[in-house]
């Protein structure tokens, strides 16, 4: 086994001197190796969780987007007045969480089980800001078909 030399705060030094029995190399080897594994992550086998943990958010991210997408289109074709449209149009998906955009929409004429449905998600605080997003952008294309179609 190798031998190596510590130094020590002398205020820990003391704290150390008021505890019986304690095996200072068990401790200190247990702390080495501690840091050892927290400094391993820096390394490749973190590099290469981080990459495969991005490559699956963005996965995600994009997957719930669409989902977003495709409810906030299917509420502005089938349920919402224009009114409504335009409201949500002029939500900011920045600042709108999924819980406030279900809660506007449950207050539709339709029951917050289909909000949820449409999201593809079992609560309101699962719907992320990207099913929020793609949620009024769809709102947002919608409603700029209509004012062009008006225009013609």
């Known amino acids: 086994m190798a031998k190596i030399s510590i130094y020590l705060p002398d205020e820990l030094r003391d704290r150390l001197a008021k505890l019986p029995g304690v095996n200072v190399s068990r401790v200190a080897a247990e702390a ?5 594994k927290a400094r391993s992550l ?3 086998d973190m590099a290469a969780a981080v990459k495969r943990l991005r490559a699956s958010r963005a996965t995600t991210s994009e997957s719930d987007r669409q989902r977003g997408y495709r409810f906030g289109g299917q509420w502005a074709r089938e349920y919402a007045s224009w ?6 149009v002029g939500l900011n998906e920045e600042e709108t969480d999924g819980k406030t955009l279900a809660s506007y929409l449950g207050s ?3 029951d917050s089980g289909f909000v949820l449905n449409g999201f ?3 609560n ?3 719907i992320s800001r ?3 997003e793609g ?4 709102c947002r294309d919608i409603h700029a078909a209509v004012e062009a179609a008006q225009d013609e």
């Open 108 to 110: 539709q004429d339709f």
């Open 83 to 88: 009114e409504e449209l335009t409201t949500v």
């Open 130 to 132: 990207r099913h929020v």
């Open 32 to 36: 080495i190796d501690r840091e050892i």
């Open 120 to 122: 593809g998600v079992a």
């Open 124 to 126: 309101v605080l699962a």
């Open 135 to 138: 949620f009024i952008n769809a």
């Open 42 to 44: 820096d390394g490749t």
